[in-house]
């Protein structure tokens, strides 16, 4: 699945964002100050696997899209 960079870019400031106004949420939050440091601990660690998940997409999608570029550049030259 190729998607192109304006698209992940996309995606990307999307969910920066909603970590961002999530953190800011629970700032504010009427909670106790270690149970707001615990949730940011597990915002932090999810934003890290989103993080990661999406940069493994992208490696694929870079993979995906070298191997069709060399592909066609072999069908090409074998056409020649």
Same mark, same amino acid.
Not at 36 to 56: D, F, N, V, Y
């Given at each position: 699945?190729?998607?192109? &960079? *304006?698209?992940? /870019?996309?995606? *990307? ?13 629970? @700032? ?6 270690? =149970?707001? =440091? ?20 992208? /490696? &694929?999608?870079?993979? &995906? @899209? ?12 074998? /056409?020649?």
């Amino acid at each position: 699945m190729e998607m192109p &960079n *304006g698209k992940l /870019r996309t995606i *990307g400031t999307f969910v920066a964002g909603g970590l961002i106004g999530a953190g800011i949420a629970i @700032l504010f939050a009427p909670q106790s100050g270690k =149970r707001t =440091r615990r949730e940011l601990r597990h915002m932090g660690r999810k934003a890290l696997h989103k993080s990661e998940a999406l940069g493994m997409d992208l /490696r &694929n999608s870079f993979h &995906n @899209l070298v191997d069709d570029v060399s592909s066609r550049f072999k069908d090409g030259v074998a /056409r020649g």
